[in-house]
């Protein structure tokens, strides 16, 4: 019997910068477009990401679907923690 499945464009939804900020962290994170993971990060210019991810300027996991570029939440959480800078580690430079 054959499954039927939901076009896509019925699946996703445009989600908003509150709603990303209120979303919980799991390994199951929503995939966020470059500009929703710019907005978040407050990158004022959503290319930012896209040289660094051309130049490999900074280790940001990002998924390839086809042609599209995606993030998940945990992993732009994890980039935050990593490049989070302490007061002993200003002393030491």
């Not at 710019?38 to 660094?52: G, I, Q």
Request: with cysteine; charged share 20%.
């Amino acid at each position: 019997m054959p499954v039927s499945i939901a076009p896509l464009s019925n699946v996703t939804k445009r989600l908003t910068h509150l709603e990303i900020l209120n979303m919980k962290p799991t390994l199951f994170s929503p995939l966020l477009t470059t500009k929703q993971a710019a907005d978040y990060l407050s990158l004022t210019n959503p290319k930012t990401l896209e040289v660094w991810r051309c130049t490999k300027r900074y280790p940001l996991t990002y998924i390839k679907v086809g042609g599209l570029v995606r993030y998940r939440l945990t992993d732009l959480d994890a980039f935050i923690v990593g490049r989070t800078v302490t007061i002993t580690d200003i002393a030491q430079v």
